[in-house]
């Protein structure tokens, strides 16, 4: 089993930064592929981004070039670094992971989620 735990949301003006981290514990870390998705009231659960154990990584459109996702499996911990923020982005962020090589896009690829964080970013 792995134990995800989001912290780093909060209240943001557009254009501003967060940065998530998800701290991952009760299995060693590097084996499995991350992914980050989010939640807006109303609707459905969307990707964000994702990122192997090697670190190659795929981000949505919607965020491409404004969020970063990144690890550090020393610390079995991910990240999501986000800029330039707008009021759309606006959800629940969680985290999720599952044991591969691969990086992964889809809800059901993934095993273990986080409790999610909220990101709230006011125009």
């Known amino acids: 089993q792995v134990q995800l735990v989001e912290s780093g949301g909060g209240l943001v003006q557009a254009g501003g930064s967060l940065r998530l981290s998800c701290a991952a514990s009760?299995?060693?870390?590097?084996?499995?592929?991350m992914g980050w998705f989010r939640q807006a009231p109303g609707k459905q659960r969307e990707f964000v981004a994702a990122i192997n154990w090697s670190g190659n990584t795929y981000h949505a459109n919607s965020v491409k070039g404004r969020f970063t996702i990144s690890r550090d499996n020393a610390k079995n911990t991910g990240y999501l670094q986000m800029n330039s923020l707008k009021p759309e982005d606006t959800a629940v962020y969680y985290c999720?992971?599952?044991?591969?090589?691969?990086?992964?896009?889809?809800?059901?690829?993934?095993?273990?989620w986080g409790q999610g964080t909220q990101v709230t970013v006011s125009s």
């Open positions: 999720a992971a599952r044991y591969g090589s691969n990086w992964y896009t889809s809800r059901s690829d993934y095993s273990y």
């Open positions: 009760g299995r060693t870390f590097s084996p499995y592929a």
